[in-house]
């Protein structure tokens, strides 16, 4: 039986989790077959991040049907590519064909400024009107549980206001601590942490920056790292040891579990483990060493 969903509830989601970036590099079947075998191997839920190429809530509704069992969250679904009552009637379709089962995640970027409104009153609206159409529908609040990414200090508290939680990427335990005292003891917060498995440190860096490319493009992505602390030298590209160091779990299964581990010391109720590499059966492997 899936653990209740609702806001009261929202701790009982698993404290284990996966977000998987790989999907945007399988077909229908290749998705199918990869999420299955995840269930099988024993992970409970699922945070399908949005970046290259799939749309995130058909994606979600594809993983759900492959999996029996399996909780599926966007982990996130980018607010400035749909308008809100889109969001908010593929959100509560989900909810309502898999009770228990989905998790809405929202997400802005710095890139709305282009339209003259800043990220925290846009996600604010944005809300207002996700929570209009599902009362419109006939639905509640509680039936379409939903978490915020943020890294602001605006958005974190519009989480713990208008969310059951929230999800954080790219981010040391040291802004796990900061996220927590913002919101509380009692909020979710998941975290999504990097990882390598089954190579050396310095073929873990090779692995961690080629993933990091992308991101060290994003301006907010660099604001974001830069009020954690890393310099201007840092996060030139392709990224310094430092920054692959903080940001990248890497070794054996237990390494990868010891380093999660200061992430829930600092405050996480969850971890989603993101592992970085080609999608071969070391990976897979990899996956099944991980389960819980």
Request: neutral net charge; proline residues 6%; contains cysteine.
């Amino acid at each position: 039986m899936s653990p209740s969903l609702s806001p009261s509830g929202a701790r009982s989601w698993p404290r284990t989790a996966l977000s998987v970036a790989e999907l945007d590099d399988l077909d229908h079947d290749g998705v199918r077959r990869f999420v299955g075998a995840l269930e099988e191997c024993g992970h409970r839920m699922l945070w399908i991040p949005e970046v290259a190429g799939r749309e995130a809530f058909t994606t979600a509704a594809l993983v759900l049907g492959a999996t029996r069992r399996m909780i599926v969250g966007n982990g996130v679904a980018r607010a400035l590519e749909r308008v809100p009552k889109s969001a908010a009637s593929a959100a509560q379709d989900l909810a309502a064909g898999h009770p228990g089962r989905y998790v809405l995640g929202l997400g802005v970027s710095g890139a709305v400024r282009q339209r003259g409104i800043g990220p925290l009153p846009f996600l604010r609206d944005y809300l207002d009107e996700v929570d209009a159409t599902i009362a419109r529908r006939g639905g509640t609040r509680a039936e379409v549980p939903r978490v915020l990414g943020a890294y602001s200090a605006g958005i974190t508290r519009l989480a713990a206001e208008r969310a059951d939680g929230l999800i954080t990427f790219l981010v040391t335990p040291e802004h796990t601590g900061w996220a927590r005292e913002t919101i509380g003891p009692d909020l979710f917060l998941s975290v999504v942490q990097w990882a390598v498995v089954g190579r050396d440190r310095a073929t873990a860096r090779d692995v961690a920056r080629s993933r990091l490319a992308y991101y060290l493009t994003l301006p907010h992505q660099i604001a974001k790292l830069t009020r954690l602390g890393f310099t201007e030298a840092d996060l030139a590209p392709p990224g310094s040891d430092r920054l692959i160091d903080a940001l990248v779990a890497w070794g054996t299964p237990e390494q990868v579990r010891q380093a999660v581990q200061h992430q829930y010391d600092a405050g996480a109720t969850q971890v989603a483990v993101s592992l970085l590499g080609p999608l071969d059966d070391a990976k897979i492997d990899a996956y099944r060493a991980l389960a819980p």
